[in-house]
Every structure is written in structure tokens, then in C-alpha cells.
């Protein structure tokens, strides 16, 4: 019985925090600035939430029916992995797409270094063409038969 108890608390603690986490993460997309600002709401608050929620379900789970369960940990892992990852790579894109920030966020100018920030802004990729249409025939507005 003090196994259950304990374990209930520690669940409840859990969810509650993973909660907490998800709602400041949630809320600081919407009230930060720019995109950078931005990348830490998801990065941080989020993955911790999620992560604590991930937790308490291996927990309750692993208690109540006796045997461990892998899956949640295994989810918990791959996304404390992942979500770095993919904050880094936003960012880097965002330097190299040249977006607009507020100057709170950068950092000194020798900070930066050209390979870290683009030259020129990145190209947007052409319009797919139409394998069956010649230019001519585009032109005449004819399709080819």
C-alpha cells in the first residue's frame, strides 16, 4: 500500500510539472518577440513537459501492472535527442535566411562568423515545369497530342 501511495504522489508530481513546463513552453511562442526567441519555448518547455508526462505513464504503468515498460523511456530518450537537434538546425536556417530579429537577441558581431550567417539571402527553388510542355507550346497555350 505505501509502494502505491508513494508512487501516486510521484505521478501526480510529475504530471503536474510536466504540465507547467508544456503550458510556459506553449506560452512563450506566443508571447516572444521574434523567431528566435521564439525557438526556445518548443526546445525547452516543451521537451521537458512532454518528457515529465512521458515519465509519469512509465511510472503508473510500470507499478500497476507489475512489469517495466520500455516504450515511454525509449520516447522520452528519442525526443530529449531530437528536439536540440532540431532547434539548432531552425536556427541556423534563420541566420542564413537572414530573418528579421529583435537586437536583444543577437549576439556581438565578432561573435558571428561567415559561415555561421549567409552572405546573401537563400534562393527560393524554381518553378517545377511541366514535363510535356514545350515553351513554344505554352506560349500557344496548346497541349501536345
Known sequence: MNLYLLAEAVVAFLLVAGGIFAFTGSLGMLQFKDFF??????????????GCTLIAS?????????????????????LFIT??????????????????????TRGSVPE??????????????AKARHPWRSRRQKRK???PR
Open 141 to 143: 497555350g496548346r497541349l
Open 58 to 78: 512509465m511510472l503508473y504503468f510500470t507499478v500497476t501492472q507489475g512489469e517495466f515498460h520500455v516504450q515511454e523511456l525509449l520516447i522520452t530518450l528519442f
Open 112 to 125: 558571428l562568423r561567415d559561415e555561421d550567417v549567409g552572405q546573401s539571402r537563400v534562393a527560393r527553388p
Open 37 to 50: 526567441m521564439r525557438l526556445h519555448g518548443p526546445t525547452k518547455g516543451t521537451t521537458l513537459g512532454i
Open 83 to 104: 528536439a536540440p537537434v532540431t532547434g539548432h538546425m531552425l536556427a541556423k536556417t534563420g541566420l542564413h535566411m537572414h530573418l528579421r530579429f529583435t537586437t536583444g
